[in-house]
C-alpha cells in the first residue's frame, strides 16, 4: 500500500483478556517500529525490528507484551492480560532502515485501545 | 541515556504571526534531531530532521529549526503562522549507537488564532 496501515483502527477489550495489533509497513521497508501513545504524551518506544529480528526490545514495559515479524514485514504487537494501564494508541512506523538513525519513519494512524 | 524536553505543552499565537516551539535534549555523543507534526486524527508527519550536516535546516510548510550545540538546542520556527498550521509538534532525538530507537518530547500544541 501507500502507507503504513494498522488494524483495527479501534480495539475494546476487558481487562484480562488477550490482544493482537496488526501493522502493515510501507513495502520495502526493512524497519518496523512500535510505540505507545498515552493521552497528552509523545510517542514511547517500544521495540525495533530490522527485518525479522528484533534489534532492540528494551521499551517493552513487561513480559505480557510480545511482537514478531516473521517475514520481515508485516509485524503483530501482542499483549497478554491486558490491565487498564495499557489504554492508549499504538502507533507502527517503518523507514527503510539499514545501519543509520536517521532515515525519516513513517507512522501508520495508530490502534486505540481501550481496556476496561 | 537520551532524552528531549519540549518547553510549553500549549502555544497559542495569531494568523501572522511567529511561532517558536522550544525544543533541548540531552545526549552523550552527537544526535540525529527531529521534528514531527501531528494534525488532528492523523498520523504523524516528518516536518525535518538534523544529521550533523547544515546547523539550519528547512522543512515542509515553510519551518526551520537551527542546532545549538552549545545550548542543546533544537528549537523550531516559521515566521508566519497560518491556520492550517494548528497542530501538535514532537521534537526527538536518535542516537546513532546500538539500537535506533528514538526518544519523544511530550509534545507542544500549536493554536493559531484568527
Known amino acids: 500500500g501507500a502507507g503504513v496501515s494498522q488494524t483495527p483502527s479501534n480495539k475494546v477489550t476487558e481487562k484480562g483478556k488477550y490482544v493482537e495489533l496488526r501493522c502493515d509497513p510501507i513495502?520495502?521497508?526493512?524497519?518496523l517500529y512500535w510505540y505507545r501513545q498515552s493521552l497528552g504524551q509523545g510517542p514511547e518506544f517500544l521495540i525495533y525490528?530490522?527485518?525479522?529480528?528484533?534489534?532492540?526490545d528494551s521499551g517493552l514495559p513487561n513480559d505480557r507484551f510480545f511482537a514478531v515479524r516473521p517475514e520481515g514485514s508485516v509485524s503483530t504487537l501482542k499483549i497478554q492480560r491486558t490491565e487498564r494501564g495499557d489504554s492508549a494508541v499504538y502507533l507502527c512506523a517503518s523507514s527503510l532502515g539499514g545501519a543509520s538513525g536517521h532515515n525519516e519513519q513513517f507512522f501508520g494512524p495508530g490502534t486505540r485501545l481501550t481496556v476496561l | 541515556a537520551q532524552s528531549v524536553t519540549q518547553l510549553g505543552s500549549h502555544v497559542s499565537v495569531s494568523e501572522g504571526a511567529l511561532v517558536l516551539l522550544r525544543c533541548n535534549y540531552s545526549s552523550s555523543v552527537p544526535p540525529y534531531l527531529f521534528w514531527y507534526v501531528q494534525y488532528p486524527n492523523q498520523g504523524l508527519q516528518l516536518l525535518l530532521k538534523y544529521t550533523s550536516a547544515a546547523t539550519l535546516v528547512k522543512g515542509i510548510n515553510g519551518f526551520e529549526a537551527e542546532f545549538k550545540k552549545s545550548e542543546t538546542s533544537f528549537h523550531l520556527t516559521k515566521p508566519s503562522a497560518h491556520m492550517s498550521d494548528a497542530a501538535e509538534y514532537f521534537c526527538a532525538v536518535s542516537v546513532p549507537t546500538g539500537g535506533f530507537k528514538t526518544i519523544f518530547g511530550a509534545g507542544t500544541r500549536l493554536f493559531v488564532k484568527a
Open positions: 525490528f530490522q527485518g525479522t529480528g528484533a534489534a532492540d
Open positions: 513495502s520495502g521497508h526493512t524497519a
